[in-house]
């Protein structure tokens, strides 16, 4: 398996399955060298997408695993890949979320990251917040 930032050539297998950005935002952010792509034979297996909450703290927007590669801890190579590179940037926290309703919050706080918050948004489960120092 070999990680890097995704590039233009990356851009219609990610916009396949990334059902929350535009791929036009998507492209800028892969410009940007925001996203990350895990790839197997130079196949796309998985990827993280992040952006600055606050302009200045790196936010874990997206990981995403395709079926057949899950379970397998590439999922915490790539956070880990992620919060090197950002360390690396000089950043000394990061954040992501998760909702309430979702197996991922309990690898998040396996991984160090601790409770910070929550957004509940009508109709939606709640929103849980984890920031990390790093």
């Known amino acids: 398996m070999k ?10 297998i990610i916009n ?3 059902e929350h950005i535009s ?12 996203v990350t792509v895990a790839k197997d034979n ?16 790196p936010f874990l927007n997206m990981i995403f695993v395709l079926e057949g590669h899950r379970n397998s801890g590439i999922g915490k190579t790539l956070i880990d890949f992620w919060e090197k590179d950002m360390k690396n940037k000089n950043f000394k926290r990061v954040m992501t979320s998760t909702l309430s309703n979702e197996s991922a919050q309990h690898i998040y706080r396996n991984l160090g990251y601790k409770d910070a918050g929550s957004l509940l948004l009508e109709g939606e489960p709640l929103e849980i917040i984890f920031t990390k120092e790093i």
């Open 42 to 57: 130079d196949e796309i297996i998985a990827w993280t997408r992040y952006n600055l909450f606050w302009d200045n703290t």
């Open 3 to 12: 990680i890097e930032y995704a590039n233009e050539t990356d851009l219609d």
């Open 16 to 18: 396949e399955y990334d």
């Open 23 to 34: 791929k036009e935002e998507l492209l800028k952010s892969i410009l940007d060298k925001r």
